[in-house]
């Protein structure tokens, strides 16, 4: 057996690899099989467009292209500079053809300026802009003349204490007009994918003399009725967290107004989540249906305010039997572990210990008083309330059932697999790297195993159904006549009751973009509960009239024939020295806040504060460039069909709007805007899937703190001498900077905790390419891009050496990388923090992109980072989505571009419409979770050395024989009965085929009307 840290290197290959190629049904091969079959669905205009000529902007294609050049001579000069010549006149020949070089170049540059000032008043362009191009004009020939003067300096030096001072100032001067580097270095002791940290709880023991009530098995609070303190008209208020929506009063409407009706179903129906503070709010939790103790007496209070009926806040100390809370939190089998949990999640709390052993837990709850009409009706109707009932709606117990565990009875060799990849590849122990692991194998050996298993099922369980693969848990339902008057569990202390929650209780984010010295550019805060499930875009548009002005000077004209203009004849760049913008921040389209005007192109940092009312502050912060368009997803405890459905119908009216050639009111957010926040959703969306299903099969509980995901357009900016000249698209993309979770093993085993962070991770760089890939790519148009992990797999299949970087081995892997060295720089500061990196030795090319991917991973925490070059948490794509334009884009002033954004919008919408439908659809996706096997339940523990590998290998074996083995009928019964399990599990396994061909752009239709979908398992 190879040495371990070299099997390590292999496992972590393979790992990437397997979860790179393993992408169910956005893998390719599901987007060919969809094509066949949906051929009107997605519009397939590439083909023209790439056959057309595109119309060139008037100055600024030569632009970049002279950027480039002098870039380049000025790199070339100080390099010469740098290097120790033989003798001094080697040096000033060198120097002499450069400045000869950075002459000619100034003639073409001074031909550029002529031309583009030619052009703006033949547009009519107004004073303001002109002196704009004459002012940058000045700033260009005055670096161009100090630089050649600088040269000058050297040519002419009589001495080499003169050559010397002259290499001197000329370096200082070449210094001085580099581009600013505007990077934020991630803090390798935060990084992104991460659990919160580990939070201490209380212990106190149970005297002789003190709480001997414990042993009772919890003595219910018996003064729960409160005729005193007369209700107020805030009783009946609307607040940020207790809204009147349609949903809110549709469903007290369905439940009859009647009190003791609302209270049963919020009970029997709503999950607890152990977190402290108001995240979701009355409404978004009445849709997830999953919400901690204050969002569930937000929607109790909002469902009898609604009513009619004074409900209020109230705040106090609780006492509950250890064996309750086990079960109440996630089925712990650890009393300590389901502390720990309680307290990750913000929560006060002590354990009480008798003998050793915790008995009871004191924590603190919220619970609603409702003003109820007690006496006679003992609140089974409303006529006028009479007395205060406590009411806890989040408090409930559960039965839990174990799914199917095949780890033992069908067990993998995951020790023999590694010892035939070590055999097979390419390691270099002296060196620490391995490289060409044979995927032949890895994909053999998961055949093997599935086989095994499909064979084990056939035998032993022949008609499975969800519950029996995955287990499950319901609540205990109890559906009361009347109030009980008491709440159901002890009392220790009532604190204090609000009709309103205390901003301070409030989980809140901030939204800033800063610029040079100017503080307070853009900035805006919100409590979550008033941007739940909402669109968030960041935008730019031209500063003033002028500004659009300009933009329009380099639009291509109305064709002479009539013919539609197409999106390739676009502007590929715009003068950044001419056009100014100011930011936008918009909330579902409106919007809330904009800032200040600068040029376009103009590095801008941007920050999302996220405020915990018990943690505090964190910053994500990014360095963006005036100009880009973001779409901004916040993760709030999961996602509902509501928000899914919502997001179809916008795009779909959309749709049919450009269809019809009806532009009026249509916004450039309301196309580019949607789009870009749509992919960030689903992203969100199906990696909340992944760790559903992965804490599953580890016996963890995994519980989503507020996150994001930004899927933006990419601007690149070019210079002359350091200041900005033109801008251009750059690409699209996906950037995750923080993806928070508590995680807990339920059986107190912190590996499990571990090995999750790990795993989860894998799919979250995985899904930062694979989902905009597949949601982008239109008919033979493949919108391809590069992750940390697809870099990492592309450099094993070019038999590139992959290193894992530890503090061990730092000092003789680093200098073997051939990378950049701000990259190299990274590196080693995450090492040295105490993270361990997995890198190529040298950089890729993939299509127009040539840079490294890099895995960071704290092996003590399983915490990391999934970086690309450019210090992007995500993925980049190479093909432009559209054109630097497009994110300026006036629909009212750009009549004659209507056609181009209408191709673009319906080509792109087929394919993102059909993702969202099986986002909805419960019977799909729910079939799609039985394709993937509980029984992967960790078989992978198998083997220390290979954790990850055996996790990759057990996935492919993951797929049950569903086809044959598992009723329709039945999955959908059992899709009902388990929605709230299933709620957040979606689209794993395999790739799928569909029975019916859909008509046009109705996704509702792909299935037939019996409700089958026929899964591949052949997804190689």
């Not at 409030?506 to 973009?513: A, C, E, G, L, S």
């Amino acid at each position: 057996m190879k040495n371990k840290h070299f099997i390590r290197i292999v496992s972590i290959i393979v790992l990437t690899f397997f979860a790179w190629t393993f992408g169910g049904i956005f893998d390719i091969a599901y987007a060919v099989e969809v094509k066949k079959k949906m051929k009107n669905i997605v519009v397939d205009k590439g083909s023209k467009a790439a056959n057309k000529k595109t119309v060139k902007p008037k100055d600024s294609t030569n632009s970049q292209s002279n950027a480039k050049k002098l870039s380049n001579i000025l790199e070339d000069i100080e390099s010469i500079l740098d290097t120790t010549e033989s003798d001094n006149t080697t040096l000033k020949t060198k120097i002499k053809g450069k400045k000869n070089e950075l002459t000619d170049l100034d003639k073409e540059i001074k031909k550029e300026f002529k031309e583009t000032e030619k052009a703006l008043k033949e547009a009519g362009l107004s004073h303001e802009i002109l002196n704009r191009h004459s002012d940058f004009v000045k700033k260009y020939e005055d670096n161009y003349n100090e630089v050649v003067a600088d040269i000058t300096e050297i040519e002419n030096a009589a001495s080499s204490n003169e050559l010397q001072a002259a290499v001197d100032k000329t370096k200082k001067k070449l210094d001085a007009v580099k581009p600013a580097k505007h990077e934020i270095s991630l803090d390798p002791n935060k990084l992104p994918h991460r659990a919160v940290e580990e939070t201490d709880v209380q212990y106190e023991e149970i005297t002789e003399n003190k709480d001997k009530t414990l042993n009772s098995k919890g003595k219910k609070d018996s003064a729960s009725i409160l005729k005193s303190s007369p209700p107020a008209d805030d009783d009946l208020a609307e607040t940020i967290e207790v809204k009147f929506t349609q949903l809110i009063k549709d469903k007290a409407a369905e439940l009859e107004h009647n009190p003791v009706k609302i209270y049963n179903w919020v009970r029997n129906n709503v999950e607890y989540v152990p977190t402290y503070g108001s995240i979701q709010g009355a409404d978004y939790c009445l849709q997830t249906m999953q919400c901690n103790a204050f969002d569930t007496a937000s929607l109790l209070i909002a469902l009898l305010r609604t009513s009619g009926i004074h409900a209020r806040y109230m705040f106090g100390t609780i006492e509950i039997p250890i064996e309750k809370i086990m079960n109440w939190v996630g089925g712990f089998t650890d009393a300590k572990a389901a502390l720990s949990l309680i307290a990750s999640g913000g929560i006060p709390v002590t354990g009480l210990v008798e003998g050793g052993q915790v008995k009871a837990v004191r924590m603190e709850q919220v619970w609603v008083e409702a003003w109820v009409d007690f006496i006679p009706s003992m609140g089974t109707q409303h006529k006028k309330g009479d007395t205060w009932i406590r009411l806890d709606p989040s408090f409930k117990q559960y039965e839990y059932k174990a799914g199917i565990d095949l780890s033992e009875a069908v067990p993998f060799d995951a020790e023999g697999l590694i010892n035939n990849l070590v055999s097979s590849a390419t390691i270099n122990e002296e060196e620490g790297w391995a490289t060409n692991v044979d995927q032949d194998t890895i994909k053999y050996a998961g055949t093997n195993y599935y086989a095994q298993k499909v064979n084990y099922l056939n035998k032993y369980y022949p008609n499975p159904t969800v519950k029996d693969i995955f287990g499950s848990k319901k609540i205990i339902k109890h559906n009361f006549n009347i109030f009980m008057a008491t709440l159901p569990y002890k009392t220790r202390n009532i604190t204090v009751s609000y009709n309103k929650l205390p901003d301070s209780m409030r989980y809140k984010i901030k939204f800033t973009v800063e610029s040079n010295d100017i503080v307070d550019k853009l900035n805006i805060s919100y409590s979550l509960p008033e941007i739940a499930a909402k669109k968030i875009t960041l935008s730019y548009t031209p500063a003033t009239s002028e500004d659009e002005e300009v933009i329009k000077s380099y639009l291509p004209k109305i064709h002479s024939d009539g013919t539609a203009i197409d999106a390739s004849e676009l502007p590929i760049s715009l003068p950044s020295y001419l056009i100014n913008v100011k930011s936008e921040l918009r909330i579902n389209g409106q919007i809330v806040a904009s800032g200040d005007s600068v040029p376009i192109g103009t590095a801008e940092t941007f920050y999302m504060t996220f405020i915990d009312p018990v943690r505090g502050k964190d910053i994500v912060s990014n360095i963006i460039q005036a100009g880009e368009y973001f779409g901004i997803d916040v993760n709030i405890s999961g996602f509902s069909v509501e928000q899914i459905t919502n997001i179809k119908t916008k795009l779909e009216k959309t749709k049919i709007k450009m269809e019809l050639n009806n532009f009026t009111n249509l916004t450039n957010d309301d196309v580019l805007g949607d789009l870009l926040y749509t992919i960030a959703t689903v992203y969100n969306i199906v990696i909340n899937g992944y760790d559903s299903i992965d804490a599953n099969v580890l016996n963890v509980i995994s519980i989503k703190l507020p996150s994001e995901a930004i899927f933006k357009t990419s601007l690149t900016t070019d210079n002359y001498y350091g200041i900005p000249v033109s801008v251009s698209s750059s690409g699209l993309t996906m950037d995750v900077d923080r993806n928070l979770s508590i995680i807990k093993a339920l059986d107190g085993n912190n590996e499990k905790k571990i090995k999750f962070l790990s795993i989860s991770g894998i799919s979250l760089s995985v899904f930062e390419q694979k989902i905009p890939e597949a949601m982008l790519s239109t008919g033979n148009n493949i919108n391809s891009g590069i992750s940390a992990v697809g870099a990492i797999q592309i450099a094993n299949s070019q038999g590139i050496p992959i290193y894992t970087i530890t503090k061990e081995n730092i000092d003789i892997t680093l200098p073997q990388l051939q990378l950049d060295a701000t990259t190299v720089n990274e590196i080693k500061n995450f090492v040295y923090a105490g993270n361990e990196v997995t890198v190529s030795k040298t950089e890729i090319s993939y299509n127009d992109w040539t840079g490294c991917g890099y895995i960071v991973i704290d092996p003590i925490t399983g915490t990391g980072a999934y970086l690309i070059s450019g210090g992007e948490n995500g993925a980049r794509f190479l093909k432009n989505f559209i054109s630097i334009y497009g994110n300026l884009w006036n629909i009212e002033a750009s009549e004659h571009l209507k056609e181009a954004f209408k191709e673009l919008y319906v080509g792109i919408y087929g394919s993102i419409i059909l993702y969202l439908f099986f986002l909805i659809q419960d019977f799909c996706y729910s079939l799609l979770i039985a394709i993937n096997v509980y029984s992967q339940k960790p078989t992978y523990l198998l083997c220390n050395i290979a954790s990850g590998l055996a996790y990759a290998v057990t996935l492919i074996g993951f797929v049950l024989a569903v086809e044959s083995k598992l009723g329709i009928s039945i999955l959908l019964t059992a899709a009902k009965k388990t929605s709230s399990i299933l709620s957040g599990i979606l689209i794993t396994g395999g790739a799928v085929t569909l029975s019916t061909v859909a008509s046009p752009f109705d996704p509702y239709e792909l299935c037939s009307t019996d409700g089958i979908i026929y899964p591949n398992y052949d997804f190689w």
